[in-house]
Nanobody, 126 residues
Framework: VQLQASGGGLVQAGDSLTLSCAAS????????TGWFRQAPGREREFVAAITWRGGNRYHGASVRGRFFISRDNTKNTVALRMNSLKPEDTAVYYC????????????????????WGRGTLVTVSS
């Protein structure tokens, strides 16, 4: 699976932005998807995750209530809607995918994901 994240940019605090993750390469694949972010000098942080059918969605504590993950499997895309952006949301945002195999896994851990896209930079000015 190849992943391509897009939609980043420079915004002001309080603004909204929607990131998109487009998947390609393996027809018929089923995968869970996560968003992570990494700010300079900091570890990669879990942002949100969604299961293959979209029935379960998870959001990290620092973004809960402001960010919302969704997916459209007909378009092979996963979106991250980000509202009420803060300067501390500034980071490179990555999407990641994991094959669905029935195993339990820690959706907050980067190590749980098999495929990663290049990141997209989000900069929030105060």
């Amino acid at each position: 699976v190849q992943l391509q994240a897009s939609g980043g940019g420079l915004v002001q605090a309080g603004d909204s932005l929607t990131l998109s993750c487009a998947a390609s390469g393996r027809a018929g694949s089923r995968y869970a998807t996560g968003w992570f972010r990494q700010a300079p000098g900091r570890e990669r942080e879990f942002v949100a995750a969604i299961t293959w059918r979209g029935g379960n969605r998870y959001h990290g504590a620092s973004v809960r209530g402001r960010f919302f993950i969704s997916r459209d499997n007909t378009k092979n895309t996963v979106a991250l809607r980000m509202n009420s952006l803060k300067p501390e949301d500034t980071a490179v945002y990555y999407c990641a995918a994991r094959d669905v195999n029935g195993d339990n896994y820690d959706y907050t851990s980067p190590g749980s994901y098999d495929f990663w896209g290049r990141g997209t930079l989000v900069t929030v000015s105060s």
